[in-house]
């Protein structure tokens, strides 16, 4: 645990977790083995970081979020409620992933991204970088979310 970092009620981290310095694990977070996470991270209640996760600098996880076991966040990346990144992907820097987003088992997402409110990024996809969104590129869980611009891959 780096130093000023905060923990809070019913939070479990696991063996050989790595917080770093100014962190903030709200309560009913879960960290497991060997996750990462580094300087001013924020960690919302009731989120969780798989085992082996590595979490950026100043990334923020907001409510119930699930990062996946070996997923990779970059530094300054704002993850939404009810996100979840499944094990083995990667998303870049400063990214922004909207509340109840789903990025697929070993996807990459590239810095700088947007994805909208509820897509579901399919498993093992390798997005280019658009505009700074990924809008219409991959499938949406509600249809109403946006319009696509450009085919599924």
């Known amino acids: 645990m780096g130093a000023r970092t905060v923990l809070g009620n019913l939070v479990s981290v696991g063996g050989d977790v790595v ?26 209640p009731g989120a969780s970081v798989g085992e082996g996760a590595d979490i950026g600098a100043s990334v923020r996880i907001r409510k119930s979020a699930v990062i996946g076991q070996r997923a990779l966040v970059g530094d300054g990346t704002r993850i939404g409620r009810d996100v979840t990144i499944e094990p083995g992907a990667t998303v870049g820097a400063d990214c922004d992933l909207k509340t109840g987003v789903t990025i697929g088992t070993f996807s990459d997402v590239q810095p700088n991204t947007v994805v909208p409110r509820r897509p579901l990024i399919a ?31």
């Open 19 to 44: 917080i770093g310095s100014d962190a903030v694990l709200a309560r009913d977070v879960v960290v497991q083995d060997n996750a990462r996470s580094g300087n001013n991270t924020v960690v919302g």
């Open 123 to 153: 498993q093992d996809v390798r997005s280019p970088l658009l505009d700074g969104d990924l809008d219409g590129l991959f499938g949406c869980a509600d249809p109403d979310c946006f319009s696509p611009r450009r085919p599924a891959i």
